[in-house]
Protein backbone atom coordinates (compact mmCIF):
# COMPACT_ATOMS: atom_id res chain seq x y z
CA UNK A 1 0.00 0.00 0.00
CA UNK A 2 1.07 3.43 -0.37
CA UNK A 3 3.39 4.53 1.87
CA UNK A 4 3.62 8.29 1.24
CA UNK A 5 0.36 9.23 0.84
CA UNK A 6 -0.18 13.26 1.58
CA UNK A 7 -2.63 15.46 1.05
CA UNK A 8 -2.47 18.30 -0.98
CA UNK A 9 -1.34 20.58 1.81
CA UNK A 10 1.93 18.34 2.32
CA UNK A 11 0.07 17.13 5.57
CA UNK A 12 -0.37 13.71 6.65
CA UNK A 13 -3.66 11.88 4.78
CA UNK A 14 -3.37 8.81 7.56
CA UNK A 15 -2.95 9.29 11.20
CA UNK A 16 -3.39 7.12 13.81
CA UNK A 17 -3.44 7.97 17.71
CA UNK A 18 -2.92 5.64 20.39
CA UNK A 19 -5.03 7.78 23.13
CA UNK A 20 -3.38 7.07 26.39
CA UNK A 21 -3.71 8.68 29.57
CA UNK A 22 -7.21 8.36 30.92
CA UNK A 23 -6.28 6.46 33.95
CA UNK A 24 -3.95 8.90 34.80
CA UNK A 25 -6.33 11.92 34.34
CA UNK A 26 -9.09 10.33 36.34
CA UNK A 27 -6.40 9.66 39.37
CA UNK A 28 -5.38 13.37 39.32
CA UNK A 29 -8.99 14.14 40.26
CA UNK A 30 -9.11 11.80 42.76
CA UNK A 31 -11.98 10.09 40.41
CA UNK A 32 -12.46 5.94 39.15
CA UNK A 33 -10.37 5.30 36.33
CA UNK A 34 -13.87 4.95 34.05
CA UNK A 35 -14.56 8.47 34.67
CA UNK A 36 -11.30 9.07 32.87
CA UNK A 37 -12.61 6.61 30.06
CA UNK A 38 -15.50 8.13 29.52
CA UNK A 39 -13.89 11.93 29.34
CA UNK A 40 -11.45 10.35 27.12
CA UNK A 41 -14.45 8.90 24.70
CA UNK A 42 -16.22 12.39 24.42
CA UNK A 43 -12.61 14.08 22.77
CA UNK A 44 -13.23 11.39 19.94
CA UNK A 45 -15.72 13.44 18.43
CA UNK A 46 -13.82 16.65 18.16
CA UNK A 47 -10.30 14.82 16.60
CA UNK A 48 -12.77 13.28 14.22
CA UNK A 49 -14.42 16.87 13.57
CA UNK A 50 -11.38 18.33 12.61
CA UNK A 51 -9.77 16.22 9.91
CA UNK A 52 -11.77 17.42 6.84
CA UNK A 53 -10.24 20.42 7.71
CA UNK A 54 -6.88 19.73 8.72
CA UNK A 55 -6.54 17.10 5.22
CA UNK A 56 -6.68 13.62 6.89
CA UNK A 57 -8.39 11.72 4.85
CA UNK A 58 -7.75 8.65 7.47
CA UNK A 59 -7.85 8.72 11.24
CA UNK A 60 -7.34 5.71 13.10
CA UNK A 61 -7.84 5.55 17.06
CA UNK A 62 -6.56 2.61 19.34
CA UNK A 63 -8.97 2.12 22.07
CA UNK A 64 -8.71 -1.07 22.88
CA UNK A 65 -5.54 -3.53 23.08
CA UNK A 66 -5.48 -7.40 23.14
CA UNK A 67 -3.24 -6.57 26.40
CA UNK A 68 -5.77 -4.63 28.25
CA UNK A 69 -7.80 -7.54 29.02
CA UNK A 70 -5.20 -7.98 32.05
CA UNK A 71 -6.70 -5.12 33.61
CA UNK A 72 -9.32 -5.46 36.51
CA UNK A 73 -12.42 -7.56 35.42
CA UNK A 74 -14.45 -3.99 36.72
CA UNK A 75 -12.43 -1.89 34.08
CA UNK A 76 -12.66 -4.48 31.21
CA UNK A 77 -16.31 -4.51 31.85
CA UNK A 78 -16.80 -0.57 31.84
CA UNK A 79 -14.38 0.00 28.86
CA UNK A 80 -16.78 -2.67 26.73
CA UNK A 81 -20.24 -1.00 28.47
CA UNK A 82 -18.53 2.40 27.20
CA UNK A 83 -18.08 0.89 24.15
CA UNK A 84 -21.46 -0.07 23.25
CA UNK A 85 -22.57 3.14 24.61
CA UNK A 86 -20.88 4.72 22.35
CA UNK A 87 -21.91 3.27 19.36
CA UNK A 88 -25.15 3.81 20.11
CA UNK A 89 -24.62 7.24 21.22
CA UNK A 90 -22.65 8.07 18.21
CA UNK A 91 -23.92 6.49 15.31
CA UNK A 92 -26.55 8.77 13.96
CA UNK A 93 -24.05 11.62 14.25
CA UNK A 94 -21.26 9.63 12.29
CA UNK A 95 -23.34 8.56 9.83
CA UNK A 96 -24.62 12.04 8.92
CA UNK A 97 -21.71 13.47 9.35
CA UNK A 98 -20.16 11.28 6.23
CA UNK A 99 -17.40 9.48 8.51
CA UNK A 100 -16.88 5.97 7.29
CA UNK A 101 -16.62 3.94 10.04
CA UNK A 102 -14.75 0.82 10.75
CA UNK A 103 -13.07 -1.54 12.95
CA UNK A 104 -9.85 -3.34 13.56
CA UNK A 105 -8.51 -6.16 15.76
CA UNK A 106 -10.12 -9.85 16.46
CA UNK A 107 -13.82 -9.77 17.66
CA UNK A 108 -13.76 -13.26 18.61
CA UNK A 109 -13.00 -12.08 22.20
CA UNK A 110 -15.72 -9.53 22.16
CA UNK A 111 -19.66 -10.20 23.15
CA UNK A 112 -22.65 -10.40 20.98
CA UNK A 113 -23.93 -7.21 21.08
CA UNK A 114 -20.98 -5.15 20.59
CA UNK A 115 -19.96 -7.33 17.65
CA UNK A 116 -23.47 -6.70 16.26
CA UNK A 117 -23.41 -2.81 16.94
CA UNK A 118 -19.91 -2.73 15.29
CA UNK A 119 -21.37 -4.63 12.37
CA UNK A 120 -24.21 -2.16 11.85
CA UNK A 121 -22.26 0.80 12.11
CA UNK A 122 -19.73 -0.63 9.88
CA UNK A 123 -22.57 -1.50 7.26
CA UNK A 124 -24.79 1.81 7.61
CA UNK A 125 -21.56 4.42 6.73
CA UNK A 126 -20.26 1.76 4.36
CA UNK A 127 -21.11 4.95 1.43
CA UNK A 128 -19.45 7.40 3.60
CA UNK A 129 -16.30 8.93 2.34
CA UNK A 130 -15.39 12.23 3.94
CA UNK A 131 -12.98 10.70 7.04
CA UNK A 132 -12.44 6.78 7.21
CA UNK A 133 -11.99 6.40 10.97
CA UNK A 134 -11.10 2.98 12.03
CA UNK A 135 -11.20 2.39 15.79
CA UNK A 136 -8.95 -0.74 16.84
CA UNK A 137 -10.47 -2.92 19.59
CA UNK A 138 -9.21 -6.03 20.84
CA UNK A 139 -6.01 -4.56 18.42
CA UNK A 140 -2.43 -6.15 18.82
CA UNK A 141 -0.24 -6.00 15.58
CA UNK A 142 1.64 -9.47 16.96
CA UNK A 143 -2.08 -10.66 16.98
CA UNK A 144 -3.05 -9.13 13.23
CA UNK A 145 0.14 -10.44 11.88
CA UNK A 146 -0.64 -14.03 13.30
CA UNK A 147 -3.93 -14.22 12.35
CA UNK A 148 -3.34 -13.07 8.91
CA UNK A 149 -0.02 -15.72 8.74
CA UNK A 150 -3.16 -18.24 9.74
CA UNK A 151 -5.59 -17.02 7.02
CA UNK A 152 -2.02 -17.33 4.60
CA UNK A 153 -1.36 -20.84 5.51
CA UNK A 154 -4.86 -21.98 5.04
CA UNK A 155 -5.00 -20.54 1.94
CA UNK A 156 -2.03 -22.52 0.86
CA UNK A 157 -3.13 -25.69 2.19
CA UNK A 158 -6.33 -25.45 0.33
CA UNK A 159 -4.60 -24.73 -2.57
CA UNK A 160 -5.32 -21.15 -3.58
CA UNK A 161 -2.17 -19.65 -2.79
CA UNK A 162 1.22 -20.77 -3.39
CA UNK A 163 4.21 -19.97 -0.78
CA UNK A 164 5.80 -18.55 -3.67
CA UNK A 165 3.49 -15.43 -3.66
CA UNK A 166 4.15 -14.88 -0.06
CA UNK A 167 5.19 -11.10 0.05
CA UNK A 168 4.67 -8.43 1.62
CA UNK A 169 2.40 -7.18 -0.74
CA UNK A 170 0.37 -10.65 -0.08
CA UNK A 171 0.76 -10.65 3.46
CA UNK A 172 -1.11 -6.87 3.73
CA UNK A 173 -3.86 -8.28 1.86
CA UNK A 174 -4.62 -10.52 5.19
CA UNK A 175 -3.93 -8.11 7.18
CA UNK A 176 -7.25 -6.21 9.79
CA UNK A 177 -5.89 -3.55 7.58
CA UNK A 178 -5.85 -4.61 4.00
CA UNK A 179 -8.47 -1.33 3.18
CA UNK A 180 -6.25 1.21 4.34
CA UNK A 181 -3.15 3.08 3.26
CA UNK A 182 -0.28 3.07 6.09
CA UNK A 183 -0.13 5.87 8.69
CA UNK A 184 1.88 8.63 7.67
CA UNK A 185 2.17 9.82 11.63
CA UNK A 186 1.52 8.00 14.68
CA UNK A 187 0.69 10.24 17.93
CA UNK A 188 0.52 9.03 21.72
CA UNK A 189 -0.26 11.39 24.32
CA UNK A 190 0.30 10.69 28.11
CA UNK A 191 4.43 11.57 27.70
CA UNK A 192 5.13 7.35 26.90
CA UNK A 193 7.26 7.04 24.27
CA UNK A 194 5.75 3.36 22.92
CA UNK A 195 4.04 1.78 20.31
CA UNK A 196 2.57 -0.66 22.67
CA UNK A 197 1.57 -3.76 19.78
CA UNK A 198 -0.02 -0.60 17.80
CA UNK A 199 0.08 -1.20 13.97
CA UNK A 200 3.56 -2.72 13.93
CA UNK A 201 3.66 -3.91 10.57
CA UNK A 202 1.87 -0.68 9.18
CA UNK A 203 4.17 2.06 10.76
CA UNK A 204 7.27 0.99 9.18
CA UNK A 205 7.86 3.85 7.66
CA UNK A 206 5.70 6.21 9.84
CA UNK A 207 6.77 9.35 11.98
CA UNK A 208 6.11 9.53 15.55
CA UNK A 209 5.05 12.09 17.76
CA UNK A 210 4.75 11.94 21.57
CA UNK A 211 3.35 14.35 23.16
CA UNK A 212 2.85 14.82 27.11
CA UNK A 213 -0.46 15.82 27.21
CA UNK A 214 -3.18 13.40 28.46
CA UNK A 215 -6.02 11.59 26.11
CA UNK A 216 -9.12 13.88 27.72
CA UNK A 217 -7.07 16.65 27.59
CA UNK A 218 -6.41 16.51 23.93
CA UNK A 219 -7.84 18.59 21.41
CA UNK A 220 -8.32 19.80 18.01
CA UNK A 221 -6.11 22.64 18.45
CA UNK A 222 -2.98 20.35 19.44
CA UNK A 223 -4.07 18.17 16.82
CA UNK A 224 -3.62 20.83 14.91
CA UNK A 225 -0.24 22.26 16.03
CA UNK A 226 0.82 18.35 15.43
CA UNK A 227 0.06 18.31 12.06
CA UNK A 228 1.46 21.72 11.13
CA UNK A 229 4.84 20.68 12.32
CA UNK A 230 4.43 17.36 10.25
CA UNK A 231 4.86 19.44 7.09
CA UNK A 232 8.14 20.50 7.53
CA UNK A 233 9.45 16.75 7.67
CA UNK A 234 11.14 15.02 5.38
CA UNK A 235 10.54 11.75 4.73
CA UNK A 236 13.32 9.41 2.88
CA UNK A 237 11.60 6.16 3.29
CA UNK A 238 14.94 4.66 2.93
CA UNK A 239 16.66 6.52 0.21
CA UNK A 240 19.66 8.99 -0.09
CA UNK A 241 18.84 12.44 -0.54
CA UNK A 242 22.17 13.53 -0.82
C1 LIG B 1 -5.83 4.59 27.56
O1 LIG B 1 -5.73 5.13 28.84
C2 LIG B 1 -7.14 3.89 27.32
C3 LIG B 1 -7.05 2.42 27.29
C4 LIG B 1 -5.96 1.72 27.31
C5 LIG B 1 -8.31 1.69 27.20
P1 LIG B 1 -5.17 4.28 30.06
O2 LIG B 1 -6.28 3.57 30.73
O3 LIG B 1 -4.06 3.39 29.60
O4 LIG B 1 -4.61 5.44 30.98
P2 LIG B 1 -3.30 5.39 31.87
O5 LIG B 1 -2.16 5.04 30.97
O6 LIG B 1 -3.53 4.36 32.93
O7 LIG B 1 -3.19 6.78 32.41
C1 LIG C 1 -2.14 1.35 24.69
O1 LIG C 1 -2.13 1.93 25.95
C2 LIG C 1 -3.51 0.85 24.34
C3 LIG C 1 -4.53 1.88 24.12
C4 LIG C 1 -4.34 3.18 24.15
C5 LIG C 1 -5.85 1.37 23.84
P1 LIG C 1 -1.76 1.10 27.26
O2 LIG C 1 -1.86 2.06 28.39
O3 LIG C 1 -2.56 -0.14 27.35
O4 LIG C 1 -0.25 0.69 26.99
P2 LIG C 1 0.92 0.38 28.01
O5 LIG C 1 0.41 -0.67 28.95
O6 LIG C 1 1.23 1.64 28.74
O7 LIG C 1 2.07 -0.08 27.17
MG1 LIG D 1 -2.08 3.65 29.48
Keep these: MAKDVTDSKGGPAHVAIIMDGNGRWAQQRGRPRLFGHHAGAKRVR ?11 KYLTIFAFSTENWKRTQSEVAGLMRLFRRYIEREAMALIEDGVRVR ?3 DRIKLDEKLVSLMDNLELATAHNDKVHLTIALNYGGRDEVTRAAQLMALEIEQG ?3 HKE ?9 LDTRFLPDPDLVIRTSGEARISNFL ?6 AEYEFVDTLWPDFTAGEFGEIL ?9 FGAATV
Excluded: H, K, M, N
Excluded at 200 to 205: G, H, P
Design 103 to 105: FIG
Design 200 to 205: LWQSAY
Design 46 to 56: EIVAACPDLGV
Design 228 to 236: AGFGGRERR
Design 160 to 162: RLS
Design 166 to 174: VDAETLSRF
